[in-house]
């Protein structure tokens, strides 16, 4: 395995940020420093990186949190905004998360231990079905839902792989739900955007099989059964 993959699946950092490490010569394999990114390593090999010694966790494990609104999907913010990893307690490993909601969503948010399989869970190619309760201030046109799931474009970007349905509607609000396969950026924003839909409430109930069921916010569990060979 190479080295920065091996880093990454130890779930210290993205393997692009492994790559910049190794340039800045904070990694070491057998106590030398390593020189290039594709040097290949072994689970028998000492790797060291930023002075601490790091294993690799062959157990892909996964789990699920309850993301509350206006918390932040980063591990920095120049802001100093609270982040969705200021909620994980100290006892757990060092997580990668899998994708992002913006900072007014909520809702299901995943974890794993490895970079790799947060990587394939986030690939447009993977077609991981993503499901989106949405709450809009307003009644919907029955028009306008259907031109959704016929594919539409905005700003020259297109929106192809949406379904979306009216769950129910109580004066003055009306429930959606949204069911997309690509996961672009603010995507069901951008669309509610574009047909003058004011959200009171955008909240992600599923991201492939995994559902949020009986969480609380900020509230983060394992999840023990899921298929790790995506």
């Known amino acids: 395995m ?3 993959k091996y880093i990454a699946n130890a779930g210290v950092c993205s393997r692009r940020e492994a790559e910049k490490l190794i340039a800045k010569r ?3 394999i057998n ?12 689970t028998n090999d000492k790797i060291i990186v930023n002075k601490k010694i790091i294993k690799l966790d062959t157990q892909v494990r996964l789990w699920k949190m309850y993301k509350p609104a206006k918390i932040i999907c980063t591990n920095n913010d120049p802001e100093n905004r609270k982040t969705i990893f200021n ?16 900072f007014m969503s909520e809702g299901l948010l ?4 490895n970079g ?12 991981i079905l993503r499901v989106y ?3 809009i ?12 799931n016929k594919g539409i474009k905005i700003n020259n970007i297109e929106y192809l792989n949406v379904r979306v349905r009216i769950e129910k509607f109580k004066t003055p609000y009306t429930w959606l739900i949204f069911k997309m396969t690509e996961g672009k950026n603010r995507e069901i924003r951008n669309i509610c955007e574009y047909f003058l839909w004011n959200i009171v409430n955008l909240v992600r109930i599923q991201y492939g099989s995994i559902k949020l069921i009986k969480q609380k916010p900020g509230e983060i569990i394992e999840v023990k059964n899921f298929n790790s060979n995506l």
């Open 133 to 135: 309760r949405v709450c």
């Open 110 to 113: 995943l974890f794993t231990n």
């Open 31 to 42: 106590e030398v420093c390593c020189e290039h990114p594709s040097t290949k390593v072994t």
């Open 87 to 102: 909620l994980i307690p100290k006892n757990l490993p060092r997580l990668i998360s899998i994708g992002r909601l913006d």
């Open 137 to 148: 201030n307003g009644t919907i046109s029955l028009t306008d839902i259907k031109n959704i």
């Open 116 to 127: 790799d399989f947060a990587r394939r869970y986030e690939l447009p190619s993977s077609n």
């Open 2 to 4: 190479r080295i920065a």
């Open 26 to 28: 904070k990694v070491f």
